[in-house]
């Protein structure tokens, strides 16, 4: 059968791979990466409703998920061959695909081994996890309504727009994440354009490449043209949370159904993660609602062992306070070590000193690593 073949395939190419629960041989299997925003939500569900899975972890930085292995696994999820593909609009920082069209090359993918299916998009397997393990229910009855208002509201936040150009007029990214931002699109061009050129790409898939491609195109165009349309977004994602913010004035709390926990705080959590990840918290300054929401969401045991203390996380400055106090000191000192180690790997000597520099300056033990890490780059450079 195609599912088998194709599934298969796809296993084979990747070859970092973990079993989440106890069945060897679980039903689900997730195509995912430590710090891709959608991933984050559909490792999110899965863990909430305690379910077996194969974790495939796709390597963003070499483009893994650009491998015609995993693109036919995706173009098998796709459903009608009329559906449209990103590279249609122009680009507005969102990766919604109701608004920006599929995108045959992202993260995640869903495989349901039982029912022979592969199911792609964050929301559609999200809402995919929840109807086939019913229990905890994720879309009560009685606010069903709200629960789907805020799916969408996180769903057109435009966090690839925050990821790839910042805020124009206060960019509070770690100076690593801009590094690697910068430039980011046209390696990803590069790399579509050889895969375009391999004369071993399956025909049946050359028109998904080529609509990223385009799609890639329209982001780089906006990032060197339109920086009006990066600041828009900003004003977008305020009034995104100021109408969270009114939500959770009205339901009292804790959750945004007031007792019951939802899908719609899954989504939350992530994307205000993602926030406080990039250091925009200057986006809720002014919102005492989400101020304290952000910090019941992000304690939550289950999520955060889904999102900041899964494996390969990025770190983050701005996150140091919160895994010291969620997470203990040791994965709090090595995000701070990690800091040091990106700056280096994605600013070279000039941004990994002064970071090295900072380390050092916490007493004894952060002298002593800021010493051994000192070293090491002096020996590799």
Not at 163 to 175: A, I, M, S
Not at 252 to 257: F, N, Q, Y
Not at 311 to 339: C, D, F, K, W
Not at 354 to 359: A, I, M, Q, R, T
Request: aromatic share 10%; hydrophobic share 40%; with cysteine.
């Amino acid at each position: 059968m195609e599912f088998e073949k194709v599934v298969s395939k796809a296993r084979e190419s990747f070859k970092s791979k973990s079993i989440i629960g106890k069945n060897p041989a679980p039903r689900f299997e997730s195509y995912h990466a430590p710090f891709s925003i959608c991933s984050e939500k559909v490792r999110c569900v899965l863990l909430i409703k305690n379910v077996d899975f194969a974790a495939h972890n796709v390597v963003l930085r070499s483009q893994e998920n650009y491998r015609p292995e995993y693109v036919a696994l995706r173009a098998l999820g796709m459903g009608r061959e009329d559906r449209e593909l990103v590279g249609g609009h122009a680009w507005t920082g969102s990766t919604s695909s109701q608004e920006m069209g599929f995108d045959p090359l992202a993260l995640p993918t869903l495989v349901d081994n039982l029912k022979k299916r592969v199911i792609v998009d964050s929301m559609q397997i999200m809402e995919y996890v929840d109807q086939e393990i019913p229990n905890p229910p994720l879309y009560p009855e009685t606010c069903k309504e709200m629960v789907e208002k805020h799916m969408e509201l996180v769903d057109r936040t435009p966090h690839a727009g925050l990821l790839y150009g910042g805020d124009p007029d206060n960019d509070t990214r770690p100076g690593f994440v801009k590094a690697f931002a910068n430039g980011l699109c046209e390696r990803q061009c590069k790399t579509l354009k050889f895969w375009l050129n391999n004369k071993n790409l399956p025909e049946e898939l050359r028109h998904l490449y080529e609509a990223k491609l385009k799609k890639f195109q329209s982001v780089s165009h906006t990032l060197t043209n339109d920086q009006h349309l990066l600041r828009s977004s900003i004003r977008g994602t305020k009034d995104i949370l100021a109408e969270l913010n009114k939500d959770l004035m009205k339901s009292g709390g804790p959750w945004i159904c007031g007792n019951h926990f939802t899908m719609a705080d899954i989504a939350w959590h992530v994307s205000l993660l993602r926030f406080l990840t990039f250091g925009c918290g200057y986006l809720w300054e002014d919102l005492p609602q989400v101020q304290s929401y952000l910090s019941h969401v992000l304690s939550h045991p289950v999520l955060k062992s889904a999102t900041y203390t899964w494996p390969g996380y990025i770190p983050s400055p701005h996150l140091t306070s919160l895994l010291y106090q969620e997470a203990g000191m040791i994965l709090s000192e090595r995000n701070r070590l990690m800091v040091v180690m990106m700056s280096f790997l994605e600013g070279g000597v000039f941004m990994g000193l002064p970071e090295l520099v900072k380390y050092a300056g916490r007493g004894s033990v952060g002298m002593l690593l800021a010493v051994m890490i000192g070293m090491m780059v002096w020996a590799t450079g």
